[in-house]
């Protein structure tokens, strides 16, 4: 069921969206060759106490799931998608790429935002990969409004990230979704798809939009912790997500400072 949310809920979001971008920029200001993915996760995990909120997805076990999320933020190195767990042997060196996504929960309404950044210097190839998964996101948010449906978001993505020289694969077992009351609420928000289909958008719905893409195939493979989604051939993924509002206009990034 599709929730709309009430301007009190909306105020509330708009603040937590806040805490949420300030805390995760804090976070990839720490990222640097030598650290550990474990000590990304424990300053997200104070960040978040010491402002009074929640970690969203500690302990968080969606259906299917045997074990719950062991941590607070999601760090996922390379040709990792999405999901990675936290390590204090998972150590970040020059050259690597990390996804780091983190959910809040500010007076029982939760944001979802995450970016991927480079640690130290890397490759062309790699920052355009970083460079056109983030403007990805960014179309996609531009047919976030009132009237559009959940596929011209998916179209948008998909036709831009089709225009680019690289061929990238779009990864399409894994989506955006609705948020706010829950971390997962529906409607489910492909990155491809036709346009005029899915769930019709409507002023007060509040969505994360988060493509994903690859430097290779889009297939993915569930690792042995039963978390971590990698990459099927072993190639680099970037993974960027806002939460937004849906608002009788432009989309709102509720997600920023």
Not at 87 to 103: A, M, N, P, Q, T
Not at 111 to 140: F, R
Not at 181 to 200: C, L, M, Q, S, V
Request: glycine residues 12%; contains cysteine; aromatic residues 6%.
């Amino acid at each position: 069921m599709i929730i709309i949310k009430t301007p009190q809920e909306i105020e509330t979001l708009r603040e937590g969206g806040r805490r949420l971008a300030t805390i995760l920029y804090k976070v990839k200001d720490q990222v640097a060759p030598g650290v550990s993915t474990k000590e990304l996760d424990t300053y997200a995990s104070g960040l978040i106490k010491e402002g009074g909120d929640f970690p969203a997805f500690l302990n968080y076990r969606p259906e299917g799931a045997d074990t719950p999320f062991p941590a607070s933020l999601c760090v996922s190195v390379n040709n990792e998608v999405v999901h990675g767990i936290p390590s204090k042997d998972r150590i970040l060196k020059e050259g690597d790429i990390i996804s780091i996504d983190l959910g809040l929960k500010h007076k029982g309404m939760f944001t979802d935002m995450a970016m991927t950044v480079p640690v130290g210097e890397v490759s062309a190839g790699v920052i355009g990969l970083l460079n056109d998964t983030e403007e990805a996101l960014l179309v996609g948010i531009r047919e976030a409004v009132p009237g559009n449906k959940t596929g011209d978001i998916g179209y948008a993505v998909e036709s831009f990230v089709k225009s680019r020289k690289v061929k990238y694969g779009i990864v399409e077992v894994l989506s955006g979704h609705g948020v706010g009351r829950a971390i997962h609420e529906d409607p489910y928000i492909p990155n491809f798809g036709k346009k005029g289909t899915g769930d019709k958008l409507t002023q007060g719905m509040v969505v994360a939009i988060e493509p994903m893409l690859n430097l290779g195939t889009k297939q993915v493979v569930l690792d042995k912790d039963m978390w971590t989604f990698k990459t099927a051939d072993g190639k680099k993924s970037a993974h960027f997500e806002h939460t937004i509002l849906i608002t009788d206009g432009e989309p709102e990034i509720l997600t920023r400072i």
